[in-house]
């Protein structure tokens, strides 16, 4: 079983829905992410957080919010998609208390979405 | 200009070939990973280095922190290992744990 899990794997909406992207691990990690990636471009961090209590906004924060309803969930809101949020979503995890592995990150399978 | 560079963007190899993939950064690092994206989207760490090498497999990792600069290497290529392979790296400062990633080679390895 993944340890990472993204749903859903594709999602098609309409400009001006609301949608959710949801994560869950079962890696007992303390920290999360939100990537988008374009093509062309590299992985963008939308949010993080270290902990249930600290959410933190990345490079490219607007016009996503997020929740991190328990330690092993995440959740990405598109609170009014436009097209230009059509991407690809990745969410990863990582953790802080194991010396020398805090800096590794597990992705998830990835998330397509598309937003007409 | 980014802070992370990969060339070259797109290789072509026959399979048994020996591949290098190279990177080159420009701000101070903590650590470099290198990830690996299947043809499915799904995205896997391969190595995160500091200094020097690491080897897994048929993969080889450098790294050399004076030069700003690592490279990938794939020995006896096989058409299993087409994929996008991302380089990313940790700034020297910051407890953020953040990423900063380059735009990814594409590798595909003909049989």
């Known amino acids: 079983d993944a340890d990472v899990t993204q749903t859903p794997r594709n999602r098609i909406t309409k400009t001006g829905k609301r949608i959710m992207l949801e994560c869950s691990q079962t890696k007992g990690h303390d920290r999360m992410y939100w990537y988008r990636q374009d093509p062309g471009l590299g992985l963008q961090l939308i949010y993080y957080s270290f902990d249930v209590k600290d959410i933190n906004k990345g490079e490219i924060s607007d016009g996503y919010s997020v929740s991190r309803q328990a330690q092993a969930k995440f959740s990405l809101s598109l609170e009014s998609a436009i097209p230009n949020q059509t991407a690809l979503y990745f969410c990863?995890?990582?953790?802080?208390?194991?010396?020398?592995?805090?800096?590794?990150?597990?992705f998830g399978p990835g998330t397509r979405l598309l937003v007409l | 200009k980014n802070e992370v560079e990969q060339s070259p963007q797109n290789l072509t190899a026959q399979e048994g070939e020996f591949i290098t993939i190279n990177c080159s950064y420009s701000v101070g690092i903590s650590a470099l990973h290198w990830l690996q994206q299947h043809p499915g989207g799904g995205i896997v760490s391969l190595f995160m280095l500091s200094s020097g090498k690491k080897k897994h497999g048929r993969l080889i990792a450098t790294i050399n922190i004076q030069e700003k600069h690592s490279s990938l290497h794939i020995t006896a290529s096989h058409p299993r290992d087409s994929a996008v392979y991302i380089c990313?790296?940790?700034?020297?400062?910051?407890?953020?744990?953040?990423?900063?990633f380059g735009t990814g080679t594409l590798l595909a390895v003909q049989p």
């Open positions: 990313a790296v940790k700034k020297w400062r910051g407890a953020t744990n953040k990423l900063i």
């Open positions: 990863a995890t990582s953790d802080s208390r194991i010396p020398g592995h805090q800096e590794t990150q597990y």
